[in-house]
């Protein structure tokens, strides 16, 4: 069992920038592949981010490439999401999630396999 606690989400003007934390319980953190996902009011939730466990692969949707970079630190336990310019559509909570594979964290998401509770991320205009 893994359990996901995100955590660095707030509120900020467009153009700011906000590092988002994620905290992985277990000794197996370093085995898993680790992603972003957001879900904003009245839409679906949405891939973001993704990275493979040794960090030599990563992925982001197309919105967010070149501002965002996804980062971890395998001796923390840790997954990061560094989000600069941001904007108001970026306005969303963020969701952490953990899989063996990071093809399911890309294209399957329904079979992932374990998520975090959620960091709200608000950008004001």
């Known amino acids: 069992q893994v359990q996901l606690v995100e955590s660095g989400g707030g509120l900020v003007q467009a153009g700011d920038s906000l590092r988002l934390s994620c905290v992985g319980s277990?000794?197996?953190?370093?085995?898993?592949?680790m992603g972003w996902f957001r879900q904003a009011p009245g839409k679906e939730r949405e891939f973001v981010a993704a990275?493979?466990?040794?960090?030599?692969?990563?992925y982001y949707a197309d919105s967010v490439k070149g501002r965002f970079t996804i980062s971890r630190d395998n001796a923390k336990n840790t997954v990061f999401l560094q989000m600069n310019s941001l904007k108001p559509e970026d306005t969303a909570v963020y969701y952490c999630?953990?899989?063996?594979?990071?093809?399911?964290?890309?294209?399957?998401?329904?079979?992932?396999?374990?998520w975090g509770r959620g960091t709200q991320v608000t950008v004001s205009s």
């Open positions: 999630a953990s899989d063996l594979s990071v093809r399911a964290l890309t294209t399957d998401t329904a079979s992932i396999d374990y």
């Open positions: 277990g000794r197996t953190f370093g085995a898993y592949s």
């Open positions: 990275i493979t466990w040794n960090g030599s692969n990563k």
